[in-house]
């Protein structure tokens, strides 16, 4: 049982550069949600979505997007790069929206934009 | 009001000790009090979490003390070894608010247990 997966682990983008940030779970969860994690700053919600066609904004989504097509794979995008958007970004998987539910997490994507 | 204050940023201590970490709450519409453990290059992981309809819920060596007058809560850690090493994060959330969207996490704190 793999969970959540992502990829890529790292990647070196240029400012105005786009990219495809990669999650799927294999757990048939409906709930799945994008953080990022700066240091000492804790996790941000960027995206989440609560089943395949359906997508709502976090605390902080200004320069990403994303899509949910199926209940397996949840991309975050990345249009114009921008140096503040160098973070850690993990994708998470919950069963439900109730609170008790716990969230599951891929291992992240270490971004860096220069 | 929607903000989980979370102390020490860092801490150490050596084998055998234990570590407190304190987080504080404003919104009184949270009911759920989850904490999650992160190790270096992964991601975070639930590893215990409290109701305010009860004041302390044990799981190992691991304990949330929670006092909902004080709109606090902590987690203590017994009998603490070098692989509890890892940054921990408080979080709270309202149990029906619609999605895990309205998860609040503090920003961590890094521990670190010396042989």
């Known amino acids: 049982n793999a969970g959540v997966t992502q990829t890529p682990k790292f990647r070196i983008l240029k400012i105005g550069q786009s990219m495809t940030l990669q999650c799927t779970q294999d757990?048939?969860?409906?709930?799945m949600y994008w953080y990022r994690q700066d240091p000492g700053m804790g996790l941000k919600l960027i995206y989440y979505?609560?089943?395949?066609?359906?997508?709502d904004k976090g605390e902080v989504p200004n320069g990403y997007n994303v899509s949910r097509s199926t209940t397996e794979d949840f991309p975050l995008r990345l249009e114009l790069a921008a140096p503040s958007q160098t973070s850690v970004y993990f994708c998470?998987?919950?069963?439900?929206?109730?609170?008790?539910?716990?969230?599951?997490f891929g291992n992240g994507t270490r971004l860096t934009v220069t | 009001q929607q903000q989980v204050k979370q102390s020490p940023q860092s801490l150490i201590v050596q084998k055998g000790g234990i570590p407190i970490i304190n987080c504080a709450y404003e919104?009184?519409?949270?009911?759920?009090f989850p904490w999650y453990q992160q190790f270096p290059g992964k991601g975070p992981a639930l590893l215990i979490a409290i109701r305010p309809d009860v004041s302390e819920k044990k799981e190992g060596r691991f304990t949330i003390s929670f006092n909902k007058s004080a709109k606090q809560f902590s987690l203590h850690i017994m009998d603490s070894q070098p692989g509890d090493s890892a940054t921990y994060f408080c979080?709270?959330?309202?149990?029906?608010?619609?999605?895990?969207?309205?998860?609040?996490f503090g920003k961590g704190t890094k521990l670190s247990v010396k042989p």
């Open positions: 979505s609560v089943g395949a066609g359906i997508t």
């Open positions: 919104n009184t519409a949270f009911d759920y």
């Open positions: 998470a998987s919950s069963a439900s929206g109730v609170s008790n539910s716990p969230l599951h």
């Open positions: 979080a709270a959330s309202k149990r029906y608010g619609g999605s895990q969207g309205n998860l609040i």
């Open positions: 757990m048939n969860h409906n709930y």
